[in-house]
């Protein structure tokens, strides 16, 4: 599914372009169909300041998809690159990994193992004043909590709308 939100500001409408991508796995045309789903926001974007957020199900540098409707979305978006305070280990399914696992989003303890899939990717005409992802560490007392959750991470990113 795909969403266009329009916020009020007091500067004008915010869109939020949410949705959730078709994981590139478990059937072959899958690959294909999780491009085209990222690839239907450049036919659909807004003359107004907008934000890409969701659950793109695509790691750029690992994983299976195909990264090249992400690059063209950051053709026209920010990617503030939010990073966790914590990341476990690259060992076990992370090993040999070639993104940065300050950026993983999701937790998987069997292969492909940790990887980011979840974005906020701001148009290029607004101010990213700070991002992260929401990882606890196991020893912080939100880490059962949100284990228990989801094996997802949350994603958050401020905007100067000024």
């Known amino acids: 599914a795909h969403w266009d939100i329009p916020l009020q500001t007091p500067d004008g409408p915010l869109h939020l372009l949410a949705f959730a ?5 478990f059937e ?6 999780n491009h085209d789903e990222a690839a239907f926001w450049m036919q659909h974007l807004p003359q107004a300041p907008f934000a890409v957020i969701g659950n793109l199900n695509l790691d750029s540098a690992d994983g ?7 690059r063209a ?3 026209v978006t920010q990617d503030p690159q939010p990073r966790g305070a914590f990341q476990p280990p690259q060992t076990g399914p992370n ?3 070639k993104g940065d696992p300050a950026l993983d989003t999701v937790e998987y303890d069997r292969p492909p193992g940790n990887l980011r899939l ?3 990717l701001p148009s290029q005409d607004l101010r990213v004043t700070a991002s992260g992802v929401f990882w606890p560490a196991p020893d ?8 228990a959750a989801s094996h997802r991470k949350l994603v958050w990113v401020d905007l100067d709308l000024e």
């Open 64 to 70: 299976d998809g195909d990264p090249a409707a992400l």
């Open 118 to 120: 979840d974005y906020i």
């Open 21 to 25: 991508a078709t994981p590139p796995a």
């Open 28 to 33: 072959p045309q899958n690959v294909a169909r």
């Open 140 to 147: 912080d007392p939100l880490a059962k909590p949100v284990a």
């Open 73 to 75: 979305l950051l053709t």
């Open 95 to 97: 090993a040999g990994h």
